[in-house]
């Protein structure tokens, strides 16, 4: 079965730090792969997404994410953090195997200190 | 602007009464979805529709119901079935079901029922 982990529940950081959140994903194929951020008690919105092609993509707000076949992961980076960073993430997975499937990670929360 | 509307952002019942959650898009897209978010379970889907007066059960649609008579509109409506309600729930829309497209969210009406 699909599977997507988010394996740090929370992350702090502190203000122009380089940020890094993992993600890992279990599914026999490359499926489509997509990080959303959530403010608190906000909806979430897209920062990047990536199908195929070139494995380093970019989204909003300077973040950036790569794919890494070899590791079923896709984790999120962006090289110095700002305190209106701080939010919550979710990596998802969206596959076409059989019937519709987009799964939602457990959500990585981060705390930015000035 | 185009976007998707949940009213209200708050709302409060007395247990043994039905609720019904207002979602409306004007996106104009054919997909609409119902998630449930709780602390630390990220976001489990309820229903989902495809196109006009078709919707399919997600992973947790045991106490919940939905209908789709408009493509911009997608109520839920929380039963008193359901064993454990107040939770926030968030309303997504997307071009079509297609795993590929991203999701478009609401801004998620909290329910609290005492």
């Known amino acids: 079965a699909q599977s997507v982990t988010q394996p740090d529940i929370h992350i702090t950081v502190s203000e122009g730090a380089s940020l890094e959140l993992r993600c890992n994903y279990s599914?026999?194929?490359?499926?489509?792969l997509f990080w959303y951020v959530q403010s608190p008690g906000q909806g979430l919105q897209l920062l990047l997404k990536y199908f195929s092609g070139d494995t380093l993509v970019q989204g909003i707000k300077g973040f950036e994410a790569e794919f890494k076949r070899s590791q079923s992961s896709f984790n999120l980076r962006k090289p110095s953090v700002h305190w209106s960073d701080a939010a919550e993430y979710f990596c998802?997975?969206?596959?076409?195997?059989?019937?519709?499937?987009?799964?939602f990670g457990t959500g990585t929360r981060l705390k930015v200190l000035a | 602007d185009g976007g998707i509307t949940q009213s209200p952002k708050y709302l409060f019942r007395k247990e043994g009464q039905n609720v019904t959650l207002s979602c409306e898009q004007n996106l104009n897209h054919d997909a609409m979805y119902w998630y449930r978010q709780d602390p630390g379970q990220g976001l489990r889907l309820i229903y989902y529709s495809q196109i006009v007066n078709d919707f399919q059960k997600g992973d947790i649609a045991e106490g919940y119901s939905v209908s789709r008579e408009k493509k911009e509109s997608f109520p839920l409506t929380v039963t008193s079935a359901q064993k454990n309600p107040t939770a926030f729930y968030l309303c997504?829309?997307?071009?079509?079901?297609?795993?590929?497209?991203?999701?478009?969210f609401g801004p998620g009406t909290r329910l609290t029922v005492t």
């Open positions: 997504a829309s997307s071009i079509s079901l297609w795993a590929s497209y991203e999701q478009y």
């Open positions: 599914y026999g194929a490359t499926p489509y």
């Open positions: 998802a997975v969206g596959t076409t195997s059989g019937t519709y499937k987009y799964i």
